[in-house]
């Protein structure tokens, strides 16, 4: 990285594979006993690739387009949930089968916190941020979800090496987001690690200031636990699966045990250092052979343990190992149910 | 031929392909043997400041078999070897002189058996360090060699390095903890060396081959002695108003004998880049701290750790904390094993040194080398393993700034001089590799020398294993007379 950027080594096709079948599950930085921040080097590094014209061509660029215009991809979505149920999707693609055509969205119920709904979270998964809300109300905060005013956090922009629109798409969020001093809470890792990251990306005071704002989910319940109701613990084996953002990025995969260790009968780590899962934001759909190798070893790893439900606290890494057939949830909705369970008694 | 090679090179055209190339892809296979511009570039280098490196082809063997196949193609083309891990040395041991092929065990990373019973365990040699001590954790144990860079350093590199670590003051180094070693010969042949039985048949060749540093051939499988975890641990830091009265504590401790697990030290610099990197609970106003560890039955724990805090007062020190909980302990290390990480506040590139000095004279040569870095107008930070006085001087510089890289190279030779008149020795537990080859001879007579390299000749009669490494030039392994047989202008 260092020879490519700043003494000017030529880019070979090597280079670039490199680069580009890199999941950027930032598993090296928490492993680097010289503390390199790696994560923003790629992107950086990643940046001179795609400007020029090394990796992502522009036709590669549109979905990216598509994630900060709601309605149009909440269109796409529909369009794509219609050809999946009339059998349009090849199966080897395994289009989810439980979004929905239509939901309602999400309403304010308060003044004390933002929930971050994002993009393809809130058109596809908006039945965890339905969860997650409920969890925030029970706690007595009134929730704000962001919606359609934030449309996407710039994570998977940035990623790619599309620094520039990133950084456009972090402004718009910041400015949106300033007339309070309110805590945002975000219930996707990958969304949370990027609104984290927004100080070190546009570097002004006012980023750090909102990046210092920012939540996961879990942290923020973690430390109001003691404002739930004390709950018959649901009969439950449940594995934790980190996401690689959750806990090499913001280090805060602790707190997902915290908040689930009430509510659930037992708790199961499993024992690959949190290995990634092969999903790694848009990477499934660029280098779907790699990522499906690096599924197998998790799945595996899964499987070898017993359990009844996976929990996973980010949407990306729901979706992939869904596809692959585990049974898996966000920790929000698990918590969300043994709540709802326990007002049923 | 070399012209045509060229000229093809020029114009864009596939070079003939090098039959050493070729001969080793069929034994592998494509993707496990690489020799693309970038991977050549990536395996030229380790984490230390010496960049002459010139990989040839790098291959990725997943078994014995295939390493044998390796050095087999190797003599038969009559081109040298390199063996290499994580790469994380900073000695230049696993830097290619030479254009040699790159043989990554990285692959090879397999924790075979674990004997509880016998306390062994069998691990091929890609198996990261950390990686087995978190194995082991569920049954109790650790495998003791902790180097700083344990959670990426293989416990192959161990071996070619006899890698130390904090906790080796108590515990010993790699070759005390390993019990036999497969290995492949450069000539292809697999040997066996050391054994599971308390004193194994024949000649014990451990100690030749532990901290060879591959100049001897290759570790395939590594039987290693595994440590249970102590009953009781206790972890005092003391901060002291001047380096000198840390480093007195550390001798009156031992002489006290008492021998902890660890007795790290840190000076200030280091220790306010610590406290503001992670936050670890270090006093910065503190000239040094010493970060005590006792290990053992909690009662002998209780005893000892009191023992040293009276020490410490005797000596002068101006505070001592205890760590409470886990959970503060191990914040304390935490600080010491992140201050690689921590400097990268102050300056870009750094360069650690590694030498012994005897305990008695740690605080006179510390002193000399804030000299040193002074009349070199270098930063210096010493964060080290004052229990058996190994120092290291962590040089901070700036490698874009002009001439900068010689000065700290200077520097390197004036406080490798320093350690030598005050009785030490060349490394603690980085190697010789590249950096400290010049060096050798100011601690070893011709002699000594003279049969070091003889011992190294049995094994690698052509010198083919990392050639040009450890022993000064004059020894005939040293030169790299592989180099002559590498046809011209494919690898340069």
């Not at chain 1, 900060?68 to 949930?81: G, Q």
């Not at chain 2, 003939?16 to 280098?45: C, E, I, N, Y």
């Not at chain 2, 007062?313 to 990480?341: C, M, N, P, Y």
Request: charged share 20%; net charge negative; aromatic share 6%.
């Amino acid at each position: 990285m260092q020879e490519i950027q700043t003494n000017d080594r030529s880019i070979t096709k090597e280079a670039v594979t490199s680069f580009d079948t890199c999941i950027q599950c930032r598993g090296c930085e928490p492993a680097c006993p010289s503390g390199v921040p790696y994560g923003s080097l790629i992107e950086q590094v990643r940046k001179t690739l795609v400007e020029e014209r090394h990796i992502l061509p522009r036709w590669q660029q549109i979905p990216f387009h598509i994630l900060t215009r709601p309605r149009l991809l909440r269109f796409f979505t529909r369009l794509l949930v219609v050809a999946n149920k009339l059998h349009l999707i090849p199966k080897q693609f395994a289009f989810p089968k439980n979004i929905p055509l239509r939901n309602k969205p999400l309403r304010r119920s308060g003044n004390d916190v933002y929930l971050f709904t994002g993009c393809v979270m809130d058109a596809w998964q908006r039945e965890t941020h339905r969860s997650a809300k409920r969890v925030l109300e029970r706690l007595g905060f009134g929730v704000i979800p962001t919606g359609d005013r934030i449309p996407c956090c710039g994570a998977l922009h940035n990623h790619a090496g599309l620094v520039q629109s990133a950084t456009e798409i972090s402004e718009t969020v910041i400015q949106s987001l300033s007339d309070d001093e309110l805590p945002i809470l975000v219930d996707s890792a990958g969304c949370g690690a990027a609104l984290k990251e927004y100080g070190h990306l546009v570097g002004t005071n006012e980023a750090k200031q909102f990046s210092s704002r920012v939540f996961d989910i879990h942290e923020w319940v973690a430390e109001h636990l003691e404002a739930l109701p004390v709950s018959q613990k649901l009969p439950i084996t449940v594995v934790v699966q980190d996401p690689c953002h959750l806990r090499h990025v913001q280090r805060a995969h602790e707190a997902v045990r915290s908040v689930l260790e009430p509510f659930v009968d037992t708790l199961v780590d499993l024992k690959d250092d949190g290995l990634c899962c092969g999903a790694g934001g848009a990477f499934s759909l660029f280098q779907p052979a790699l990522a499906s190798k690096a599924r197998e070893r998790k799945v595996a790893e899964i499987n070898a343990q017993r359990y009844d439900i996976v929990a996973s606290a980010n949407p990306g890494c729901l979706l992939y190992l869904q596809q692959a057939g585990i049974k898996i949830q966000h920790p929000m909705e698990i918590v969300d149910k043994a709540l709802t369970a326990n007002s049923d008694v | 031929m070399s012209f045509i090679n060229n000229l093809k090179n020029a114009i864009g055209r596939k070079a003939t392909p090098d039959p050493f190339v070729s001969d080793l892809t069929s034994a592998l296979s494509k993707d496990r043997v690489r020799f693309d511009a970038t991977q050549r570039f990536l395996h030229s280098h380790d984490a230390s400041v010496f960049d002459e490196g010139n990989a040839g082809p790098v291959c990725f063997p997943t078994s014995t078999q295939e390493v044998q196949e390796i050095m087999k193609i190797a003599k038969t083309h009559g081109r040298s070897i390199v063996a290499r891990g994580a790469g994380t040395g900073l000695a230049g041991g696993a830097i290619p002189l030479g254009a040699p092929a790159v043989i990554a065990m990285t692959k090879m990373n397999k924790i075979l058996e674990v004997d509880i019973d016998n306390r062994i365990a069998w691990v091929e040699p890609g198996v990261i360090n950390l990686d087995l001590s978190s194995h082991l954790g569920v049954d109790g144990y650790h495998f003791a060699p902790d180097p700083s860079s344990q959670q990426v350093c293989t416990i192959g590199g161990n071996v070619a390095n006899n890698s130390g670590g904090p906790h080796c003051l108590a515990y010993g180094v790699t070759d005390a903890h390993v019990l036999a070693l497969e290995v492949v010969l450069p000539d292809g042949e697999v040997a066996v060396i050391g054994g599971l039985d308390p004193e194994p048949l024949g000649l014990d060749l451990r100690g030749a081959f532990i901290g060879s540093e591959g100049t001897m051939g290759i570790t395939t499988k590594i039987a290693v002695r595994i440590t249970k975890n102590p009953p009781a641990v206790g972890t005092l830091l003391l901060s002291f108003s001047s380096m000198r009265a840390a480093a007195q504590t550390v001798s009156a401790v031992i002489a006290a004998g008492i021998v902890p697990a660890a007795m790290e030290v840190m000076d200030q610099r280091i220790t306010k880049a610590v406290e503001s990197f992670v936050g670890a609970g270090y006093p910065t106003d503190a000239a040094a701290v010493l970060l005590v560890e006792v290990e053992g039955l909690t009662d002998g724990v209780a005893i000892e750790a009191s023992r040293i805090r009276d020490i410490g007062f005797e000596q002068g020190a101006t505070g001592i904390r205890v760590a409470e909980s886990d959970h503060e302990r191990e914040l304390l290390w935490k600080g010491r094993k992140t201050a690689f990480g921590a400097i990268a506040q102050i300056a870009p590139d750094y360069y650690l040194h590694d030498t012994v000095v005897p305990r008695s004279s740690l605080a006179d040569v510390l002193e000399k080398v804030d000299e040193v870095a002074e009349k070199y107008g270098l930063i210096v930070m010493n964060v080290f393993h004052a229990g058996d006085g190994n120092l290291h001087p962590l040089l901070l510089f700036d490698v874009r700034e002009e001439g900068m890289l010689e000065k700290v190279h200077a520097a390197g030779a004036e406080i490798m001089k320093i350690s030598l008149e005050a009785g030490g020795v060349l490394s603690g537990e980085h190697g010789i590799g590249i950096e400290k080859q010049a060096y050798m001879n100011q601690l070893f007579s011709d002699d000594d020398l003279d049969h070091q390299n003889r011992l190294r000749y049995a094994f690698d009669p052509d010198c083919r294993s990392n050639p040009g490494k450890v022993l000064p030039s004059g020894h005939s392994c040293a030169d790299i007379q592989a180099l002559k047989k590498v046809p011209e202008g494919i690898w340069g």
